[in-house]
């Protein structure tokens, strides 16, 4: 059995440990907000959080996360408050949608870390999201718009 | 009440009149509260197929076109909301379930295909809307007592004129005994208030917050998941198997022989996909085992050397070729491509004795049901289909043998438990249906004045529509060619006195389809370029000699000068950049982009693309600026980085990192500019593909002098 925290949850999941977290997360815990792309850490669909940082899930065992945190897009915000949710429905960012799970929970760890990002900043952050709709440059001016939010208190 | 499916025969021939202009369907007047209104209260009013107005107020618009990213869930509403003058705060959507009366009003089936939803729909919607609102209105003056001429309608709300005022939803239960109305004066375009305007999606909320529901999302009662060791060559069958060591993996249920492979179905995907990669399939490779792509482009160089099935010919092409100033020739060349949506295929089956339920993002849900029942050995209407929303479509969804569908119902016959079959990402870009990989032999010449005199040019590729339901339907035996292997080809808007499109239909066992842009997606790239190459042979500027040839094709011209303008054509840029321009008319729009490129290292980078497009009366700019752009960008992920490409019957890429998708740190700045005019709607979803390859082609020529005839972009085999 392992055991760890997923969206202020705790969980116990019995599966093989070798078992991506990508699928406990999806078919163990019903989280099915986070999405499943190539399976090798290429397109950043399945991104979450580990203790804050962004995580391949597909590729990450889910040995690694015992006992810590990892935090999902149902974790986000319970109610489309987080700016970053609020920024992409101001810019109409989504097309299909399956990437931007992903994308939002890359931008999260990009603007934690940097709340006030440079292109480059984003580049560095999001190359490894791909949107096959392209959508990068809502993508680009949400996070930004959303850094705005944070600097002028709008942040939760 | 709904009913029968048609049957293929009825099928064919309605596609028939469909293809001849005739419009089905315009509108439906139905007034029965089907079993797909589940949802519905007693009192909710259901006046047609495409609208419910609840007692709180609640208006869905029942959607017949899937939610693939263009936008459908909120510009067929606003359609229906403009005339319904609903609170566009109180509008939801619901995707249609299967059934004839949604079927397209142009393809007579259910479908979504060829960016034709809107404008297809834009009278549909707004009759259903306006009956609607007839009906509203007629429930108010009875109350009233009052000539429903002298009722106004806004916001959600009958008024008299008094001012006093009954809500839609205080009138849907007396609505619904109204008779609907069985002709509805529609609003003066001046009057809208919805329509032309930038509404913000209705689907995104749930976008942002993991709560949509895509088919790989689905979960049912007791259903498992499947994998499937599908055949590493088209066209292999399986010898036989040996599961002995997949079959005592965790997890693992059953494993079943379907035609296309072997399934292995398990509690969840992981370990039916581990179970799969341990399965020891010997396989029969079949003919195809020595097919390489290499030997392919070899064998259609040859075969443009001689000439192909005429498709249009204009005074004697030949003949003015031999005699011009200044001639060219040049062979363009495009790879096979995959559509590869971001979320790969899958479909959810229940089949039980007298029904089958099925759970996916289709495109093509008319054909799928069609086939899915002939696997069930059901008749037709007890298969209904959940259309989900789809992670990307691009073509792909649209598969006219619904490959994804009757692969799950076949799982889910054999192994009697509802399935949900999965592909991973290798499977998905392995599998086939592809865009077809094309070669375009163009000849031309300009006379002394530098005038287009001659312009010949030979297509050889594969026929995506031979074999299929559609050939009949498009008139291939006749013609003797695929129209959509040369459509934006045999359509040239260029006023060129001689001009030949000649047609070579190559048979190879590689399955093709529709991807994004189809036909245009490889003859607005050989069009574009060529057109671009007989400008330098005239020694003219590539926009002034395009303009020149387009002055009977105005709106054409519209983009292409506003292109130019938008973008500063002719001024100065930093040192190692160039622009290209191109201009391309598909699925009814037109559309013209400039891109500025550098050059360094024989890496190619587009700093900045400007779009122009004409789409005749719009619904919501918000989308058509998305659309473009993500067309777009679809378009230069091919320009620059995708082939697939064959060896020894193998497909050699199998994930994103050997068929790369451009990524934001590559991605250029983009604007859209939208032509505003009265003209007939055009589709959107698309028309922003064709220009962006030879917009970037022409861009890497005017910054070194080497010419792009081969996609993707390589700096070493330019010429």
């Known amino acids: 059995m392992i055991s760890f925290t997923v969206n202020d949850r705790h969980v116990d999941v019995e599966v093989d440990p070798s078992t991506p977290l990508l699928w406990v997360l999806r078919d163990n815990l019903g989280l099915t907000g986070t999405k499943y792309g190539c399976g090798m850490a290429q397109c950043g669909a399945c991104t979450v959080h580990l203790d804050g940082e962004a995580l391949r899930s597909c590729v990450a065992p889910v040995s690694r996360v015992a006992g810590k945190k990892v935090t999902t897009i149902e974790g986000l915000s319970a109610d489309l408050s987080h700016p970053l949710q609020r920024a992409w429905i101001a810019e109409d960012v989504p097309q299909c949608g399956y990437c931007q799970s992903g994308q939002l929970m890359s931008a999260a760890v990009l603007l934690r870390q940097k709340p006030q990002p440079t292109d480059e900043d984003i580049d560095e952050a999001m190359t490894g999201n791909i949107c096959r709709c392209g959508t990068y440059p809502r993508i680009r001016k949400a996070i930004y718009r959303a850094a705005g939010m944070m600097t002028k208190g709008g942040a939760k | ?719």
């Open chain 2, 1 to 719: 009440m709904s009913a029968p499916l048609l049957e293929r025969r009825e099928f064919l021939k309605f596609s028939l009149a469909a293809s001849s202009g005739l419009l089905v369907g315009l509108y439906i007047p139905s007034g029965t509260k089907d079993a797909f209104a589940q949802e519905a209260s007693t009192s909710s009013f259901m006046p047609n197929a495409f609208v419910r107005i609840g007692n709180d107020e609640r208006v869905t618009v029942i959607v017949n076109h899937s939610e693939m990213g263009q936008g459908v869930y909120t510009a067929l509403p606003m359609l229906l909301a403009e005339e319904l003058d609903a609170d566009w705060g109180k509008i939801g959507f619901e995707p249609a379930p299967v059934d004839p009366k949604y079927n397209h009003p142009i393809f007579g089936m259910q479908m979504t295909g060829g960016s034709s939803s809107v404008y297809s729909g834009f009278e549909q919607f707004r009759n259903a809307g306006a009956a609607a609102r007839a009906m509203l209105v007629a429930a108010a003056a009875e109350k009233w007592n009052a000539d429903p001429a002298t009722l106004r309608t806004d916001s959600g709300a009958v008024f008299d004129g008094a001012n006093r005022r009954l809500t839609y939803g205080q009138l849907a239960e007396a609505a619904a005994k109204m008779k609907p109305p069985e002709k509805v004066a529609l609003k003066d375009p001046k009057t809208f208030k919805l329509i032309g305007k930038a509404k913000s999606r209705l689907d995104t909320p749930e976008k942002v917050n993991g709560k949509a529901i895509f088919g790989l999302d689905i979960k049912q009662p007791g259903m498992l998941t499947a994998v499937i060791a599908r055949p590493p060559i088209f066209g292999a069958k399986v010898r036989n198997f040996d599961d002995s060591h997949a079959r005592a993996m965790p997890g693992v249920r059953k494993i079943v022989a379907v035609p296309s492979g072997v399934a292995v179905i398990a509690d969840s995907f992981w370990q039916a996909k581990v179970a799969r990669d341990a399965l020891k399939v010997d396989w029969d490779e079949g003919t195809m085992s020595g097919f390489s792509t290499t030997q392919m482009m070899q064998q259609f160089r040859e075969q443009a050397k001689s000439p192909g099935k005429s498709v249009r010919k204009e005074g004697d092409p030949e003949g003015a070729f031999a005699s011009a100033a200044r001639k060219i020739e040049a062979v363009y060349e495009v790879p096979y491509l995959s559509h590869a949506m971001m979320e790969p295929l899958n479909c959810a089956v229940d089949l039980r004795a007298d029904s089958c339920e099925i759970w996916t993002g289709t495109q093509f849900q008319t054909v799928d049901r069609m086939s899915a029942a002939k696997v069930a050995g059901l008749p037709a209407e007890k298969v209904q289909i959940h259309t989900t929303y789809l992670g990307g479509g691009f073509g792909r969804r649209a598969n006219p043998q619904s490959d994804f569908v009757v692969e799950a119902v076949h799982v889910a016959k054999a192994a009697g438990v509802p399935v949900k079959v999965i592909w991973t990402r290798e499977d998905d870009m392995q599998g086939g249906w592809y865009r077809p990989a094309f070669l375009h032999a163009i000849v031309g010449g300009v006379d002394a004045g530098g005038n287009a005199v001659s312009w010949r040019s030979r297509l050889v590729g594969q026929s995506i529509m031979a074999g299929t339901m559609f050939a009949e339907a498009m008139g291939m035996t006749k013609k003797g060619y695929d129209p959509a292997s040369v459509e934006g080809a045999d359509d040239l808007p260029y006023e060129i006195p001689n001009l030949g499109i000649e047609s070579h239909q190559a048979e190879v066992q590689v399955p093709v389809q529709w991807w994004r842009s189809v036909g245009h997606s490889h003859t607005g790239f050989a069009t574009e370029c060529f057109i671009d190459e007989l400008a330098t042979l005239a020694g003219k500027d590539p926009y002034q000699f395009r303009r020149d040839l387009l002055q009977k094709h105005p709106r054409h011209l519209g983009v292409l000068d506003l292109v130019a303008q938008k973008s500063g054509w002719g001024k100065p840029l930093p040192k190692g950049r160039g622009r290209g321009i191109a201009v391309h008319a598909s699925f009814e729009s037109y559309s013209a982009q400039v891109a500025e490129v550098s050059v360094t290292e024989g890496n190619v980078r587009v700093h900045r693309l400007v779009c122009a497009i004409d789409c005749g009366r719009y619904v919501n700019p918000g989308i058509i600026a998305a659309q473009t752009e993500g067309g777009a960008i679809f378009g230069a992920s091919a320009a620059l980085f995708q082939e697939l490409t064959f060896e020894g019957g193998r497909l050699q890429q199998t994930n994103f990192h050997t068929f790369p998708v451009m990524r934001t740190n590559e991605c250029p700045e983009i604007e859209t500019h939208i032509v505003e005019n009265n003209e007939k709607s055009g589709g959107i979803g698309e028309p922003g593909v064709p220009c962006t390859a030879p917009a970037i082609a022409n861009a890497v020529f005017a910054v070194m002098g080497k010419r792009i005839r081969k996609l993707p972009i390589r700096m070493t085999e330019a010429v």
